[in-house]
């Protein structure tokens, strides 16, 4: 187990500006992630991400995600995190918190008088949170992850290849 409050940077947070907004194509077809369907390209509208995951623009901002104790909720190291503080925390919901004097990411669990602070990746623990000796303060709640696609390591890169390679020896007997 890691014992580490897994601090976010100061330098990681910035405030929505509402000014900034570009415009980009929502296509009205779905992706299929099991076999490939033929896509339609039929453009259904013009879609501004910023409307698309801000509620509140005068109480959001943006958080880049660093270390690996959210990576069980899809929150990796740069992750960038849309953060509502408008919004009520409840049990459950992942959150920005100020815990003696550094800020983290994690799932908020309140009963009665005990807040517990779970990471995601069972490597790390939990963060007691002892109300009036800890400095704490919630900061808002993560209402949407934006995060690059993973890349594949070097062994799924060669399982792929030699799938590839497999196949066109196959397709190549087939032929002859």
Same mark, same amino acid.
């Given at each position: 187990m890691?014992?580490t409050?897994?601090?976010i940077?100061?330098?990681?947070? =910035?405030? #929505?500006? /509402?000014? !900034?907004?570009?415009?980009?194509?929502?296509?009205s077809s779905?992706? +299929?992630?099991?076999? /490939?369907n /033929?896509? $339609?390209?039929?453009? $259904?509208?013009?879609?501004?991400?910023q409307?698309?995951?801000?509620?509140? /623009?005068? %109480?959001?901002?943006?958080?880049? %995600?660093?270390?690996?104790s959210m990576?069980?909720d899809?929150?990796?190291?740069?992750s960038?995190? &849309?953060?509502?503080?408008?919004i009520?925390i409840?049990?459950?919901?992942? &959150?920005?918190?100020?815990?003696?004097?550094?800020?983290?990411v *994690?799932?908020?669990v @309140?009963?009665? *008088?005990?807040?517990?602070?779970?990471?995601?990746?069972? %490597?790390?623990?939990?963060?007691y949170?002892?109300?009036? &000796?800890?400095q704490?303060?919630?900061?808002?709640v993560v209402?949407h992850? &934006?995060?690059?696609p *993973?890349? =594949?390591n070097?062994d799924?890169?060669?399982?792929a290849? $030699?799938?590839?390679?497999?196949?066109?020896? !196959? +397709?190549? #007997? @087939?032929?002859?």
């Amino acid at each position: 187990m890691i014992d580490t409050i897994d601090p976010i940077p100061p330098g990681n947070i =910035w405030l #929505v500006d /509402p000014e !900034k907004r570009l415009p980009i194509p929502l296509y009205s077809s779905t992706v +299929q992630a099991g076999f /490939p369907n /033929p896509a $339609e390209t039929h453009i $259904e509208t013009r879609l501004n991400l910023q409307d698309l995951c801000v509620q509140h /623009p005068d %109480a959001t901002y943006f958080v880049r %995600a660093a270390g690996e104790s959210m990576i069980d909720d899809d929150i990796f190291p740069g992750s960038i995190l &849309v953060v509502d503080s408008a919004i009520p925390i409840r049990t459950g919901s992942i &959150v920005v918190a100020w815990v003696n004097g550094d800020c983290c990411v *994690k799932r908020f669990v @309140r009963v009665g *008088k005990m807040i517990t602070l779970f990471p995601s990746n069972p %490597a790390f623990t939990p963060i007691y949170v002892h109300i009036g &000796v800890d400095q704490f303060d919630t900061l808002g709640v993560v209402i949407h992850v &934006v995060s690059k696609p *993973k890349k =594949w390591n070097q062994d799924q890169l060669n399982t792929a290849v $030699e799938h590839v390679r497999t196949r066109r020896r !196959k +397709q190549h #007997v @087939r032929e002859l």
